[in-house]
């Protein structure tokens, strides 16, 4: 008896310093969890992923440590998500406007105006109509957990103070991959170049374009006030994070683990758009003090550039679906009503 079960853990240690055998993994192992993004560690993005790993780990007792690479150390925007949908990669939080080069209907998101402010893109977002787009991101080999938020966008360029659309006119403006973008600076007379964030600071720099457009937030922390001269408060796009999961690594999660992740990501959602909100204006302050010259849009100016982009929506209908424009419209509506 003695023999054979001497002859059996031999074996077994054998095998194992083989590798021929994987441990059973102990229950006290901790899996990591690797999140990336492209903006920077003082983007309110970053706080609120300081935030979200705060939750996970104490919520999961140290079961899972999360590791965060800001700066598109793990690619642009459509790397990363190519790197979900491969399984080599967990989250990452990009705008919902790249997500509309794997399912067309996002970008309805994008259209020009869509959203009169936070609060309403808010209801919006995380009520039937934003959950119904998070629930179709599975057929993507992505699981949408939650809309955080990048903001209303604003205009920045080194030519001209730009008061009206015709000031666009010729200006080589760095938009996202999104055809809605660049339909919308098309047909305001600008000259779109599609760009991945992270190649922005440097084609300002070595003039390549004239301007670009980006929340104030993310305007001021790039510091594009060391290349630009002018920005204007356009509020021209509200541009949604969508935060998410590679939905190959999360069918390896027990239920357990992922109501514990997807809480935290619904939590740390509504502390992000908070800090977020709280930077623009300090942002906007601090690209004033370093020399730029900031155009606060009268409500004439600002009509002027609705009107301009106003058929943009009929244009990406079938792309989109004409019953999602109705549908997002009708409940905009609502949501201003309450
Ligand atoms: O990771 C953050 C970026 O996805 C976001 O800032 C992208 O707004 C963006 C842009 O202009 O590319």
């Not at 965060?68 to 990452?92: P, V």
């Not at 997807?262 to 502390?271: G, M, P, Q």
Request: some cysteine; charged content about 25%; hydrophobic content about 40%.
């Amino acid at each position: 008896m003695k023999s054979t079960f001497k002859m059996v853990s031999t074996t077994l240690g054998l095998l194992l310093a083989a590798g021929l055998m994987i441990a059973p993994a102990s229950a006290a192992e901790t899996r990591t969890i690797k999140v990336g993004i492209g903006l920077n560690e003082q983007s309110p993005q970053y706080t609120g992923l300081l935030k979200f790993k705060e939750l996970v780990e104490k919520e999961s007792g140290g079961r899972f440590k999360v590791d965060l690479f800001a700066n598109a150390q793990l690619g642009d925007d459509t790397k990363m998500m190519t790197s979900l949908r491969a399984g080599t990669l967990e989250m990452t939080c990009p705008s919902t406007a790249p997500i509309a080069g794997l399912d067309k209907k996002w970008m309805v998101f994008d259209l020009p105006f869509l959203f009169p402010n936070e609060e309403v893109a808010d209801k919006v977002l995380d009520g039937p109509f934003g959950q119904k787009y998070l629930e179709s991101l599975p057929s993507q080999g992505i699981i949408g957990m939650a809309f955080w938020e990048n903001g209303f966008r604003q205009l920045t360029n080194s030519v001209r103070e730009i008061k009206s659309p015709a000031d666009l006119k010729g200006l080589k403006i760095r938009t996202m991959e999104n055809p809605v973008h660049l339909a919308t600076f098309r047909g305001m007379g600008a000259n779109p170049t599609p760009m991945p964030f992270s190649e922005i600071f440097s084609a300002l720099q070595q003039k390549t374009i004239d301007g670009q457009e980006n929340p104030s937030t993310t305007n001021f922390l790039q510091k594009y006030y060391e290349v630009q001269k002018y920005t204007t408060l356009s509020n021209h796009f509200y541009s949604p994070f969508v935060f998410m999961y590679s939905k190959r690594l999360w069918d390896r999660l027990s239920a357990e683990d992922q109501a514990l992740i997807l809480k935290a990501a619904k939590e740390s959602a509504v502390y992000q758009r908070q800090v977020n909100r709280e930077t623009m204006g300090k942002a906007v302050d601090g690209m004033e003090k370093a020399g730029m010259t900031v155009t606060r849009l009268t409500p004439e100016q600002h009509n002027a550039f609705v009107e301009a982009t106003k058929t943009i929506a009929q244009q990406f209908e079938a792309d989109f679906g004409a019953d999602n424009l109705k549908t997002i419209r009708d409940e905009i509506a609502k949501a201003g009503n309450k």
